[in-house]
């Protein structure tokens, strides 16, 4: 249970205390009356005595009595009443005792720490500690070891208090039955003792005429006692002093006393301050709240008009303790004004009530009229404390004394009787008792009534006196026998009261002798509530029981035996106990929190069913602290909806609104229809917060907004295609942010600004974005462009099952115009205003929006569909230069269900009503930071600035459009197509360059190399890409038609980077240009992502935006056309027949062609045109095998070979060292000559070769430095370097060849003629090269190898140390001899060897034979060498030798002569260089016998 003000025993002894009433003439009730009380109020602070009483006992022992305070009221007659129940009146006024006594607003937070929760008692704030079971043990131990926590509950002290002086009074126990009575008679009257004469007879009237069952009085001869009020600032106080004399004669000096008062004149009062000890008292006299008027008003009234108020004035007693301040309080509210000596009511005039004063205005606590007390010194207060004392000590307790002895006495000479005779006697003959059933106490539920003076109540009336003065320990030995008594006699109510006392006394007697017996109070709530149906009784002992059981510790009993107490006939007593109930399981020694929370939201519900609107949101409020976040969601949900419906009741709808907003805004487990009804209410209440009246947008909680997933685009949103036209795809919304892509424009975009700059990026570079999300880097306020939209995609996501209808969406925004800096702006925007924001036009959307500054796109209707998220576009479109700040989103909330009203005007209306306005906040949290150990060590974060624009000023804009752009291609086909640039801004551009992943995929031409020569009739009518020229007539097909000498530098911009070729290099705004634009296929087949960026400045300097970039990516989806394999080998014919005058002999070059279409392009059959070459070194001479018909034909899966002679270039058409001069020698094999030196072929050429040679650079390099490393300085590493660089040079060829080709292709019906051109690069003689570049294999896999292995040997590369020496035999083919005559037949034969290489050469030349394989002696067995067997020579470089060798034959027949084996080594090398050279095919000769 909650702590109290009182300790227990201060609170059982206050709740039992002699009752004294009081009857005023009229003049007396007048003189008290300036003083703004009546006398029992002026006499209740001073009821408590300050010092000591003391009494004998029967016995004659003294006995102390301590603390005694008394309870003075007025006499209030009424009809009789039962005791089983309270009256409306009284129930009202308990109401209202609870509903005035609240937690303080803003007072000291009143916390118990219980487990792992703080639970705040006194304000409404829901704090939650942190998760469950983090110091579960820890926390347990410190509450088990330390003192109980606990938390006030001062309404349920004004409650029990007011309960328990409610109470009426019954006769089966005589506790608040009236022991004495004052009357009181003023010093003005006329004869003060006549008016004594009369007041003693009116008390003596209501007591025994039978008339008035209300008050009851104690014994029959009730202590009267006398007092003559005397009015010091009126009366004549001589006489006042005489009459008081001539009462002491007639009463004697105990019963009567002189009080004198009112001595303060109105002339001090400004001088000294007087307390004033009534009002914390009197405070519930007055109503305290404008509510609780309300409520009061018709019972007011009615009581006017039947002058009934008697009930309302019961004798009950306010007792509050506050501060350690004892005050006694009003019976009721209702009783306005004291009952005068005939009981009859004062008008109610005399109330003074000011409705409109609150409750926390101390002043408005008391009667306007003046403060209480306002004609009392201290002396007066002096004078009543004294007069106090006086009564008690010599009236009161002798008085008492005196009636305890009575009743023992007469209670003793009744035990000399037998007892078994007395019970016999009574069983027989009754004992007087009256078996009588009344209305309020039938017999079947509570047994006999006993008459006043049966022996059984002479015992209760002596416990009871004993009780009120202390002597607990005789109370509990009468209680103990009276409780035999009645349970001898089945009178069950007697026996519960004698039980309920016997327990009390017990508990209270001083050093404890015996344990509290709580079983007995069980049974006498038991007995009340079952038997006797008194639950008011049951009521009052359950809270004596729960009080002492909790000061016992017993917390469990309590809160059982409170629970227990509940029920249906009483919602605020159910409430007021189950949340006691609920804080005895906080304080047992392991605390109950769910225990506590389930108890406080069931003691909620019972204050809410009582109109208690405030408990009851408090009650919610505490127990939301132990269920929030810790998933317990649907009774997170209940609860909150609860707080959000009494908030709203009580007036408090910020506090409504942020509870229906934890309930839309958590993942509700709930229903859709439920939560269509937490959003209806939502929205009502919100919109009655509002009002339409709102100075700011309010924050709403739906739909949830992903912050960090907001993305920002500056510009206009891409046009889509114009009729043949096609846009560049650019950068849009719709696109999927890729890393790697962007990783890659960026890169792009570096090569084009490196390009710009002479090949350096400049060190403020930052990278174009045109859209910013969470994975771009924000650390920098992006640029956006004056006149250029910005556009914030914001995600939405609806939480709830059910739909939401948003409208007149749109952004909020905060804008610096230029002139202030960033970091000024907050201070600016306090001191001059000059930060706009467009928040308050967004209130009313009637109103006029900033428009001149920048304009706010409204998207009108949005809706979302049940757990939608949806993505909502806005666009901002800024008209001024400076700092832009985007702050939110600004939006009309409603239910969807709320729109499928009637379409007529009431539906209008109610959807108006439901349909909320309000804002949320974009703010994005930036990445978090870990550069510095502060960073890592702390979670930092850094700033996200993507809704922070810098708005620069006019920049140029540029579009391109696409003509004729194809998606597919056969793998290098060339097309024509056209590009078209256009400045759409209001400023003119310059600077344009592009460039691209696939730079050999496109060419925009180069004017210096294209030849204006006229164009043949058939190319111009199938539009071909290519410059075609009619071949001369009686030019033979394969011959050379044409050689041109290229420099590379005239296919300018062979870097990735090229700048586009417009006239006057500068696009003026509104003006577009066009350009063609030739395509080669890829050589590989499959789709190609190529991406082209744009660049291009603004032709003024100096501006923020240094360049614009422009993006564009195709896919082009390549196809198989041709495999071309090229080999080359050298010619064997000797150089003395070989056309070439040089005498370095020729090469022969062999050229393989392979249709490998699959035919899925309906491509019909290729044609190869023509063959040409491009070198620095060779040409292609002639093609020895020409086609008799025009060109090479292949169909489907067919395959031609060609074959041609190349020569080396002449020495004049060499290069000449500085400038790389090709040679382009063009073989037609068709009628037209297509120039290969021209755009586009030379172009592609050029791009192809070089970005291949710079691929085989980098291998090569790559090579190079992983050998350096892993060989170390080795001697012999150089030499073999050498030597092979010496071999490969004799071996190079460097010959390109360019074959080109025309496809026929059906596609709808018609014919179309596609042509291409295919790259082979022959490098070295005896390789083949192809068109096709191969596939990479996967690499093995390598076994781990722990040992560390020796270094390889060095291998010299035979293969090219074998081809130093060619090597040619010129003999006649047959020869006839006479092998009769001679039988030895001697053949001249000439070898000649050329040395191929540019070094000086030994050669060894060997004809014996070495071979031992069978197929060899039988072809060899018959001819052998003579002369001379083994030769050494030495070549010059490039030196022809002739040897004349002799074969011998020894009969006819076919014999090769091929058998010399040749070795050679350059001259500087050892002996391990000498490689077996190549030798050509066999060279057989033909000996006839003659």
Same mark, same amino acid.
């Given at each position: 249970?909650a702590?109290?003000v009182?300790?227990?025993l201060?609170?059982?002894?206050?709740?039992f205390v002699?009752?004294?009433?009081v009857?005023?003439s009229?003049e007396?009730?007048?003189?008290t009356?300036?003083?703004?009380?009546?006398?029992?109020?002026?006499?209740r602070?001073f009821?408590?005595?300050?010092s000591?009483g003391?009494?004998?006992?029967?016995n004659?022992?003294?006995?102390?009595?301590?603390?005694l305070?008394?309870?003075?009221?007025n006499?209030?007659?009424?009809?009789s009443?039962?005791?089983a129940?309270?009256?409306?009146a009284?129930?009202?006024l308990?109401?209202?005792?609870? =509903?005035?006594?609240?937690?303080?607003e803003?007072?000291v937070a009143n916390v118990?720490?219980?487990?792992d929760?703080d639970?705040?008692?006194?304000d409404?704030s829901?704090k939650a500690s942190t998760?469950?079971?983090?110091?579960?043990?820890?926390?347990?131990?410190e509450?088990s070891?330390?003192?109980p926590?606990?938390?006030t509950?001062?309404?349920?002290e004004?409650?029990?208090e007011?309960?328990l002086?409610?109470?009426?009074? &019954?006769d089966h126990?005589?506790?608040n039955h009236?022991?004495?009575c004052l009357?009181?008679?003023?010093?003005?009257?006329?004869?003060p003792v006549?008016?004594f004469?009369k007041l003693?007879?009116e008390?003596h009237?209501?007591?025994h005429?039978g008339?008035?069952? @209300?008050p009851?009085?104690?014994?029959?001869?009730?202590?009267?006692?006398?007092?003559l009020?005397?009015?010091?600032?009126?009366g004549?106080?001589?006489?006042a002093?005489t009459?008081?004399?001539d009462?002491?004669?007639?009463?004697?000096?105990?019963?009567c006393?002189?009080?004198?008062?009112?001595?303060?004149?109105f002339?001090a009062?400004?001088?000294e301050q007087? +307390?004033?000890?009534?009002?914390?008292?009197?405070?519930?006299?007055n109503?305290?709240?404008?509510?609780?008027?309300?409520d009061?008003? +018709?019972?007011?009234?009615?009581?006017?008009?039947?002058?009934?108020?008697?009930?309302?004035?019961?004798d009950?007693?306010?007792l509050?303790?506050?501060?350690g301040v004892f005050?006694?309080l009003?019976?009721h509210?209702l009783?306005l004004?004291?009952?005068s000596?005939?009981g009859?009511?004062?008008?109610?005039?005399a109330v003074?009530?000011?409705?409109?004063k609150?409750?926390?205005?101390?002043?408005?606590?008391?009667?306007?009229?003046?403060?209480?007390?306002a004609?009392?010194?201290?002396?007066d207060h002096?004078h009543?404390?004294q007069?106090i004392q006086?009564f008690?000590?010599?009236g009161?307790l002798?008085?008492?004394?005196?009636?305890?002895r009575q009743?023992?006495?007469?209670?003793?000479s009744? *035990?000399?009787?037998?007892?078994?005779?007395?019970?016999?006697?009574?069983k027989w003959?009754?004992?007087?008792?009256?078996?009588?059933?009344s209305?309020?106490?039938?017999?079947?539920t509570c047994?006999?009534?006993?008459?006043?003076?049966?022996p059984?109540?002479q015992?209760r009336?002596?416990a009871?006196?004993?009780?009120?003065v202390q002597?607990y320990e005789?109370?509990y030995?009468?209680?103990?026998t009276a409780k035999?008594d009645f349970?001898?006699?089945?009178?069950m109510?007697?026996?519960?009261g004698?039980l309920?006392m016997?327990?009390?006394?017990?508990?209270l007697?001083?050093?404890?002798p015996?344990p509290?017996?709580a079983h007995?109070?069980?049974?006498?709530?038991?007995?009340?509530r079952?038997?006797?149906?008194n639950?008011?009784l049951a009521e009052?002992?359950?809270?004596?029981?729960?009080e002492?059981?909790?000061?016992?510790g017993?917390?469990s009993?309590?809160?059982?035996?409170?629970?227990?107490m509940t029920?249906e006939? &009483?919602?605020?007593r159910?409430a007021?106990?189950?949340e006691?109930?609920?804080?005895?399981?906080?304080?047992m020694?392991n605390?109950m929190?769910?225990?506590?929370?389930?108890?406080?939201?069931?003691?909620?519900h019972r204050?809410?069913?009582?109109?208690?609107?405030?408990h009851a949101l408090?009650c919610?409020?505490?127990?939301?602290?132990v269920?929030?976040g810790?998933?317990?969601?649907?009774?997170?949900?209940?609860?909150?909806?609860t707080?959000g419906?009494?908030?709203?009741?009580l007036h408090q709808?910020?506090n409504?609104?942020?509870?229906f907003?934890?309930?839309?805004?958590?993942?509700?487990?709930?229903?859709?229809t439920?939560?269509?009804?937490?959003?209806?209410?939502?929205?009502y209440v919100?919109?009655s917060?509002?009002?339409g009246?709102e100075?700011?947008?309010?924050?709403?909680?739906?739909?949830?907004?992903?912050s960090?997933?907001?993305r920002?685009?500056?510009g206009?949103?891409r046009?889509?295609?114009?009729?043949?036209?096609?846009a560049?795809?650019h950068?849009?919304?719709?696109?999927?942010y890729?890393?790697? =892509?962007?990783?890659?424009?960026?890169n792009?975009?570096?090569?084009l600004?490196?390009a710009v700059?002479?090949?350096?990026i400049p060190g403020?570079?930052?990278?174009t974005?045109?859209c910013l999300n969470?994975?771009?880097?924000?650390?920098?306020h992006?640029?956006?462009v004056?006149e250029e939209?910005i556009?914030v995609?914001?995600?939405?996501?609806?939480?709830?099952?059910?739909?939401?209808?948003?409208?007149?969406?749109s952004?909020?925004?905060r804008?610096t115009?230029?002139?202030?800096?960033?970091?000024q702006?907050k201070?600016t925007?306090?001191?001059?205003g000059e930060?706009?924001? @467009?928040?308050?036009d967004t =209130?009313?959307l009637?109103?006029t929006?900033?428009d001149?500054?920048?304009?706010?796109?409204?998207?009108?209707e949005?809706?979302?569909?049940?757990?939608?998220?949806?993505?909502?576009?806005?666009?901002l479109l800024?008209?001024?230069?400076?700092?832009l700040?985007?702050?939110?989103v600004?939006? @009309?909330?409603?239910?969807?269900?709320?729109?499928?009203?009637a379409?007529g005007?009431?539906?209008q209306?109610m959807?108006?009503?439901?349909?909320v306005r309000?804002?949320q906040?974009l703010?994005i949290q930036?990445?978090?930071?870990?550069?510095?150990?502060?960073?890592?060590?702390?979670?930092?974060h850094?700033p996200?600035?993507?809704l922070?624009?810098?708005?620069?000023p006019p920049?140029p804009l540029?579009?391109?459009?696409?003509?004729?752009?194809p998606?597919a291609l056969?793998?290098?086909?060339?097309?024509k197509a056209?590009v078209?640039?256009?400045?759409?801004?209001?400023?003119?551009?310059c600077?344009?360059?592009?460039?691209?992943?696939?730079?050999?995929f496109f060419?925009?031409g180069?004017q210096a190399?294209?030849p204006?020569?006229?164009v043949s009739?058939?190319?111009?009518?199938?539009?071909?890409?290519?410059?075609?020229?009619?071949?001369?007539?009686?030019?033979q097909?394969?011959s050379?038609?044409?050689?041109?000498?290229v420099?590379a530098?005239?296919?300018?911009q062979l870097?990735?980077v090229?700048?586009?070729?417009?006239?006057?290099?500068?696009l003026q +705004?509104?003006e577009?240009?066009q350009?063609?634009?030739?395509?080669r296929?890829p050589?590989q087949?499959?789709?190609?992502?190529?991406?082209?960026?744009?660049?291009?400045e603004?032709?003024?300097?100096g501006i923020?935006?240094?360049?614009?970039?422009?993006?564009?990516t195709?896919?082009?989806?390549?196809?198989?056309?041709?495999?071309?394999?090229?080999?080359?080998?050298r010619?064997?014919?000797?150089?003395?027949?070989?056309?070439?005058?040089?005498g370095?002999?020729?090469?022969?070059?062999f050229?393989?062609?392979?249709?490998?279409n699959?035919s899925?392009?309906?491509?019909?059959?290729?044609h190869?045109?023509?063959?040409?070459?491009?070198?620095?070194?060779?040409? =292609?001479?002639?093609?020895?095998n020409?086609a008799?018909?025009?060109?090479?034909?292949?169909?489907?899966?067919?395959?031609?070979?060609?074959c041609?002679?190349?020569t080396?270039c *002449?020495p004049h058409?060499?290069?000449?060292?500085?400038?790389?001069?090709y040679t382009f020698?063009?073989?037609?094999?068709?009628n037209?000559?297509i120039?290969?030196?021209?755009?586009?072929?030379?172009?592609f050429f050029f791009?192809?070769?070089l970005s291949s040679?710079?691929q085989?650079v980098d291998?090569?390099?790559a090579r190079?430095?992983?050998s350096?490393?892993s060989?170390g300085?080795?001697?012999a590493?150089?030499?073999?370097?050498d030597?092979?660089?010496m071999?490969?040079k004799?071996?190079?060829?460097?010959?390109?060849?360019?074959?080109?080709?025309?496809?026929?292709?059906?596609?709808?019906?018609?014919?179309?003629?596609?042509?291409g051109?295919?790259?082979?690069a022959?490098?070295?003689?005896?390789?083949?090269?192809s068109?096709?570049t191969p596939?990479e294999?996967?690499?093995?896999m390598?076994?781990?190898?722990f040992k560390?292995?020796?270094?390889?040997?060095?291998?010299?590369?035979?293969?090219e140390l074998?081809?130093?020496?060619?090597? @040619?035999?010129h003999?006649?083919?047959?020869?006839?001899?006479p092998f009769l005559?001679d039988?030895?037949?001697v053949?001249?034969?000439t070898?000649?060897?050329?040395n191929c290489?540019?070094?000086q050469?030994?050669?060894i030349?060997?004809?014996?034979h070495k071979?031992? &394989?069978p197929?060899s002696l039988e072809?060899?067995?018959s001819?052998?060498w003579?002369?001379?067997?083994?030769?050494k020579?030495q070549?010059? +470089?490039?030196?022809?030798?002739?040897?004349t060798?002799?074969?011998?034959?020894?009969?006819?027949?076919?014999?090769?002569?091929?058998?010399?084996?040749?070795?050679a *080594?350059?001259?500087?090398?050892?002996?391990?260089?000498?490689?077996?050279?190549q030798t050509?095919?066999?060279?057989?000769?033909?000996?006839n016998?003659?």
């Amino acid at each position: 249970m909650a702590q109290c003000v009182q300790s227990v025993l201060e609170f059982v002894q206050d709740s039992f205390v002699p009752l004294v009433a009081v009857l005023c003439s009229e003049e007396a009730e007048r003189v008290t009356r300036k003083n703004n009380l009546n006398f029992a109020e002026l006499l209740r602070p001073f009821c408590r005595l300050t010092s000591d009483g003391h009494i004998r006992d029967p016995n004659n022992q003294v006995q102390v009595v301590k603390n005694l305070r008394i309870c003075v009221n007025n006499v209030v007659t009424s009809p009789s009443s039962t005791s089983a129940a309270l009256n409306p009146a009284q129930r009202r006024l308990l109401n209202e005792v609870v =509903l005035s006594c609240q937690p303080q607003e803003n007072g000291v937070a009143n916390v118990i720490t219980a487990g792992d929760y703080d639970l705040h008692y006194s304000d409404h704030s829901l704090k939650a500690s942190t998760p469950w079971y983090s110091a579960w043990r820890k926390t347990l131990l410190e509450v088990s070891t330390s003192k109980p926590y606990t938390a006030t509950t001062p309404w349920f002290e004004a409650y029990r208090e007011n309960f328990l002086q409610s109470m009426p009074a &019954s006769d089966h126990e005589f506790l608040n039955h009236y022991l004495a009575c004052l009357l009181v008679v003023s010093s003005t009257e006329a004869v003060p003792v006549e008016q004594f004469l009369k007041l003693s007879q009116e008390q003596h009237r209501i007591q025994h005429s039978g008339e008035y069952t @209300n008050p009851k009085w104690f014994i029959p001869n009730t202590l009267k006692y006398y007092v003559l009020l005397h009015d010091m600032s009126d009366g004549d106080e001589q006489r006042a002093d005489t009459v008081y004399e001539d009462m002491k004669q007639r009463y004697g000096p105990q019963g009567c006393y002189l009080l004198k008062m009112n001595s303060r004149t109105f002339s001090a009062e400004e001088d000294e301050q007087i +307390p004033d000890p009534w009002s914390q008292y009197l405070h519930r006299n007055n109503l305290h709240n404008q509510d609780m008027l309300d409520d009061l008003a +018709p019972t007011l009234k009615s009581s006017v008009v039947e002058n009934d108020v008697s009930a309302a004035e019961l004798d009950c007693h306010h007792l509050t303790k506050k501060d350690g301040v004892f005050n006694s309080l009003e019976s009721h509210p209702l009783q306005l004004d004291s009952v005068s000596s005939s009981g009859s009511l004062h008008s109610l005039s005399a109330v003074n009530t000011d409705p409109k004063k609150g409750a926390r205005d101390p002043e408005s606590l008391v009667g306007v009229a003046g403060s209480h007390g306002a004609c009392l010194t201290l002396n007066d207060h002096d004078h009543i404390r004294q007069f106090i004392q006086e009564f008690t000590f010599r009236g009161l307790l002798p008085h008492i004394e005196k009636n305890i002895r009575q009743l023992n006495d007469q209670l003793v000479s009744r *035990k000399g009787l037998s007892r078994s005779l007395f019970t016999a006697t009574k069983k027989w003959f009754g004992g007087g008792k009256v078996p009588e059933k009344s209305i309020s106490e039938p017999k079947s539920t509570c047994g006999l009534l006993y008459p006043p003076e049966a022996p059984e109540l002479q015992i209760r009336k002596m416990a009871d006196l004993c009780f009120l003065v202390q002597h607990y320990e005789l109370a509990y030995s009468c209680y103990h026998t009276a409780k035999k008594d009645f349970l001898s006699d089945q009178a069950m109510l007697y026996a519960a009261g004698a039980l309920e006392m016997a327990a009390v006394s017990a508990f209270l007697q001083a050093g404890a002798p015996r344990p509290y017996p709580a079983h007995y109070m069980d049974t006498a709530i038991q007995t009340y509530r079952d038997v006797c149906k008194n639950m008011v009784l049951a009521e009052r002992c359950a809270l004596l029981s729960a009080e002492i059981l909790k000061s016992q510790g017993k917390y469990s009993e309590a809160a059982t035996l409170l629970i227990k107490m509940t029920s249906e006939d &009483s919602d605020l007593r159910s409430a007021l106990l189950l949340e006691q109930a609920a804080h005895c399981f906080i304080n047992m020694r392991n605390p109950m929190l769910r225990k506590f929370a389930f108890h406080m939201i069931l003691a909620g519900h019972r204050f809410s069913k009582a109109g208690q609107k405030r408990h009851a949101l408090r009650c919610y409020c505490q127990a939301m602290q132990v269920y929030k976040g810790r998933g317990w969601s649907l009774a997170e949900d209940h609860i909150n909806f609860t707080i959000g419906r009494q908030s709203f009741t009580l007036h408090q709808p910020e506090n409504a609104v942020t509870a229906f907003r934890q309930i839309l805004t958590n993942d509700s487990r709930q229903t859709a229809t439920q939560q269509g009804a937490f959003l209806r209410e939502y929205l009502y209440v919100y919109k009655s917060v509002t009002g339409g009246n709102e100075v700011s947008l309010p924050q709403l909680p739906l739909p949830c907004i992903h912050s960090s997933a907001t993305r920002v685009y500056f510009g206009h949103e891409r046009r889509l295609a114009e009729g043949i036209k096609q846009a560049a795809t650019h950068v849009s919304l719709d696109q999927e942010y890729d890393l790697d =892509l962007a990783a890659m424009w960026c890169n792009l975009e570096e090569q084009l600004v490196a390009a710009v700059n002479r090949g350096v990026i400049p060190g403020n570079f930052q990278p174009t974005q045109c859209c910013l999300n969470n994975q771009t880097d924000n650390l920098h306020h992006p640029l956006a462009v004056v006149e250029e939209p910005i556009i914030v995609e914001v995600t939405f996501r609806n939480p709830l099952k059910v739909s939401l209808a948003l409208s007149n969406l749109s952004l909020l925004w905060r804008f610096t115009a230029d002139g202030v800096s960033p970091s000024q702006e907050k201070m600016t925007e306090e001191l001059s205003g000059e930060a706009i924001t @467009n928040e308050k036009d967004t =209130l009313a959307l009637g109103m006029t929006q900033k428009d001149d500054i920048v304009t706010t796109e409204i998207i009108l209707e949005f809706h979302m569909g049940p757990e939608e998220t949806k993505m909502a576009r806005l666009r901002l479109l800024p008209h001024r230069t400076g700092q832009l700040n985007i702050v939110g989103v600004v939006y @009309n909330l409603a239910s969807a269900s709320s729109g499928e009203m009637a379409p007529g005007t009431e539906g209008q209306q109610m959807l108006d009503l439901m349909v909320v306005r309000g804002r949320q906040d974009l703010k994005i949290q930036g990445p978090r930071l870990n550069q510095t150990k502060e960073d890592k060590m702390l979670v930092r974060h850094g700033p996200d600035r993507r809704l922070d624009p810098v708005i620069t000023p006019p920049m140029p804009l540029m579009e391109v459009f696409f003509l004729q752009f194809p998606t597919a291609l056969l793998c290098g086909e060339i097309r024509k197509a056209f590009v078209e640039f256009c400045n759409v801004s209001s400023v003119a551009l310059c600077g344009l360059r592009v460039v691209s992943t696939h730079p050999n995929f496109f060419t925009f031409g180069s004017q210096a190399t294209t030849p204006l020569t006229p164009v043949s009739p058939t190319s111009a009518e199938n539009c071909s890409a290519y410059k075609t020229l009619a071949t001369p007539p009686g030019a033979q097909p394969g011959s050379v038609v044409s050689e041109m000498l290229v420099s590379a530098e005239d296919f300018s911009q062979l870097s990735g980077v090229m700048e586009i070729p417009i006239d006057g290099s500068t696009l003026q +705004p509104g003006e577009s240009t066009q350009l063609p634009l030739w395509l080669r296929g890829p050589d590989q087949e499959g789709v190609h992502e190529i991406n082209f960026l744009f660049y291009y400045e603004s032709t003024e300097k100096g501006i923020k935006i240094s360049h614009r970039v422009l993006r564009h990516t195709v896919f082009i989806c390549a196809s198989r056309s041709l495999s071309v394999q090229a080999s080359a080998c050298r010619s064997s014919v000797p150089p003395h027949h070989s056309l070439d005058d040089k005498g370095s002999g020729g090469t022969l070059v062999f050229i393989d062609v392979e249709n490998i279409n699959t035919s899925e392009a309906g491509v019909r059959e290729f044609h190869i045109v023509q063959v040409s070459s491009s070198s620095q070194h060779w040409r =292609l001479q002639k093609c020895i095998n020409p086609a008799k018909d025009k060109d090479c034909k292949l169909t489907s899966r067919e395959r031609a070979k060609l074959c041609f002679r190349a020569t080396r270039c *002449k020495p004049h058409q060499a290069t000449s060292g500085a400038v790389k001069k090709y040679t382009f020698a063009d073989l037609n094999l068709g009628n037209e000559r297509i120039i290969s030196s021209a755009t586009p072929c030379g172009d592609f050429f050029f791009r192809c070769c070089l970005s291949s040679e710079s691929q085989r650079v980098d291998v090569a390099s790559a090579r190079t430095s992983s050998s350096s490393k892993s060989q170390g300085s080795v001697p012999a590493v150089d030499r073999t370097s050498d030597i092979t660089n010496m071999v490969k040079k004799c071996n190079e060829l460097d010959l390109n060849i360019i074959v080109i080709w025309k496809a026929f292709v059906i596609e709808d019906n018609k014919q179309l003629i596609l042509e291409g051109q295919l790259h082979v690069a022959l490098q070295t003689i005896g390789k083949e090269a192809s068109s096709l570049t191969p596939k990479e294999e996967a690499q093995e896999m390598v076994l781990f190898k722990f040992k560390s292995e020796l270094p390889p040997p060095v291998v010299l590369p035979s293969a090219e140390l074998s081809q130093l020496i060619k090597t @040619n035999l010129h003999y006649p083919e047959t020869y006839t001899h006479p092998f009769l005559r001679d039988s030895l037949c001697v053949v001249p034969v000439t070898l000649t060897l050329s040395n191929c290489s540019l070094a000086q050469v030994d050669v060894i030349i060997d004809l014996r034979h070495k071979s031992t &394989s069978p197929e060899s002696l039988e072809v060899h067995s018959s001819f052998t060498w003579v002369g001379q067997t083994q030769y050494k020579l030495q070549l010059k +470089p490039q030196e022809v030798l002739c040897l004349t060798l002799r074969a011998c034959f020894l009969q006819a027949g076919v014999y090769n002569l091929n058998t010399p084996r040749v070795f050679a *080594k350059p001259t500087e090398q050892d002996a391990m260089c000498e490689t077996s050279q190549q030798t050509a095919s066999p060279a057989l000769i033909i000996i006839n016998n003659a």
